[in-house]
């Protein structure tokens, strides 16, 4: 009776062998497509978070330039104010403004000066009577009286840090210039040759500058 109960049980048969290989090769094909499926999810979730890594927006502030010389004018800028502030530069504006009030009315006298007044013409159109002037103010500008004009309104706008004559000395500016471009064409007509090589080495309306 007890020999019965713990005899070994019986041998597989081919059948039972089959079935039981069958099982193995399934739960490998299960495990299979287990671990492929997770490979496949853990690459989708890789991409997933690759493009949303791509399409945030970077936190690095823009460059300004190929080596971010913005910022370096931008620096410059802060320290130029933190030096001189906009109450100094003011001043300094208003200042400047003074300089070229008194530089404006002693150009234009001194080419008053230069040709007298009787030859004086508020016409761009020159006279029959037109000489031309190539000493005094003339020998550093060709027309010292709209460049003292223009100093003087300019001038004028800046000590006053006014808006709106600094509106009306551009517009002053601009009659000016055309005045200016009226009466040389006049000039050239009646002095030919002599007023073009006269032109060619002064300067137009301000000493040094224009």
């Given at each position: ?9 019986p ?5 039972d ?7 193995e ?26 493009d ?16 971010g ?5 931008a ?13 100094a ?24 000066s ?21 000493k ?13 004009l ?36 006049g ?24």
């Amino acid at each position: 009776m007890i020999s019965e109960l713990i005899s070994p049980p019986p041998p597989l048969s081919d059948d039972d062998e089959e079935s039981e290989s069958e099982l193995e090769d399934s739960d490998d094909d299960f495990t299979r497509r287990a671990a492929a499926t997770e490979a496949t999810a853990a690459a989708t979730f890789d991409e997933n978070n690759l493009d949303s890594r791509k399409k945030k927006p970077s936190s690095s502030p823009p460059a300004l330039g190929a080596r971010g010389g913005g910022w370096v004018l931008a620096q410059f800028a802060a320290l130029f104010f933190v030096v001189f502030p906009p109450t100094a530069i003011t001043l300094a504006i208003q200042v400047s403004g003074i300089f070229a009030i008194i530089a404006g009315i002693a150009l234009a006298a001194t080419g008053v000066s230069s040709i007298g007044i009787r030859s004086l013409s508020p016409f761009p159109v020159p006279r029959r009577s037109n000489q031309l002037a190539e000493k005094g103010a003339y020998g550093l500008v060709r027309h010292p009286m709209y460049g003292g004009l223009i100093l003087f309104a300019g001038g004028a706008a800046a000590a006053s840090a006014s808006p709106g004559r600094a509106a009306a000395a551009l517009a002053l500016f601009f009659i000016l210039e055309n005045k200016m471009i009226l009466e040389e064409k006049g000039m050239r007509k009646k002095h030919g040759a002599r007023y073009e090589a006269y032109a060619a080495k002064t300067r137009k309306a301000i000493p040094f500058l224009w």
